[in-house]
């Protein structure tokens, strides 16, 4: 299927940005503006940032999310954030699920599955990651990965309309390395084939971005490739101007 759907390109500024950095974040909401006619914009900057980053561009075509949530609505979980807090920053967005901490910090399919449903009630969208580590990579092992983490990280009433998934290798994650531009076409494949058997119609619409290493240089390329409906970019969301050269090779494409 062509590129039909309209993209999002998503910046995860991970644990970079203080007061200052929202100088950044505003030349990348000028920027994005030439680009709005055909590409969203999401920003994901600390937590810290949220509502200063929401009210900022408040009225502008950038978007602001969080990068992680609680997967429980409230109560006594001291340094937690819950989705419906995330809500309250005024951010449209959350990122469940980022490898960072699947790997770093154990999250299970199970743990994701509950953040998403929470982000879900808080009406946010969810920016689901997915991605098989090096090894299960070189043991052959990437689609049987990906098959589980998509059945078990997606709650399975959606909606799809609230629903982003994010494939991203982890061994592509901040390596500068990223798989083949034929891989890449296999595995968005993949992925939409399993999003229209469990959700049909709704689910060939629901965007799927391609994240690790995503640079200006490659960008064009990535942008491309069927399926591949936008981009999640970690190191090179966090200069304006990197960032929004890759929002310019989307632009070009779509
Ligand atoms: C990420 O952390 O989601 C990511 C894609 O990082 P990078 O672009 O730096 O590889």
């Not at 968005?188 to 619409?205: M, N, P, Q």
Request: aromatic share 4%.
């Amino acid at each position: 299927m062509p590129n039909t759907i309209r993209p999002l390109v998503a910046g995860n500024w991970k644990m970079h940005g203080l007061a200052h950095s929202l100088s950044e974040l505003a030349l990348i909401a000028q920027g994005s503006e030439q680009h709005k006619h055909c590409i969203d914009t999401l920003i994901c900057p600390p937590a810290t940032l949220l509502a200063a980053a929401s009210n900022q561009s408040a009225g502008t075509c950038l978007a602001i999310g969080a990068q992680d949530c609680s997967s429980e609505p409230y109560g006594a979980y001291t340094g937690d954030i819950s989705a419906a807090m995330v809500a309250d920053s005024g951010a449209r967005a959350v990122i469940v699920g980022h490898s960072e901490r699947r790997q770093g910090r154990s999250e299970t399919d199970a743990d994701v599955l509950r953040k998403s449903q929470r982000v879900l009630e808080a009406g946010l969208q969810a920016i689901i990651c997915i991605g098989e580590t090096e090894s299960e990579m070189l043991e052959g092992r990437t689609e049987s990965v990906l098959l589980r983490q998509l059945k078990d990280s997606i709650p399975a009433n959606g909606p799809c309309s609230s629903l982003v998934i994010a494939y991203e290798p982890v061994w592509a994650i901040g390596t500068g390395r990223t798989p083949t531009i034929e891989a890449i076409a296999g595995l968005h494949g993949f992925i939409r084939g399993y999003l229209v058997s469990a959700f049909g119609r709704d689910g060939a619409a629901v965007r799927i971005l391609y994240g690790g290493s995503v640079k200006v240089d490659n960008a064009a390329e990535i942008a491309c490739v069927d399926h591949v409906n936008g981009a999640l970019v970690g190191g090179a969301s966090l200069k304006s101007e990197d960032f929004l050269g890759i929002l310019k090779a989307f632009g070009s494409i779509h």
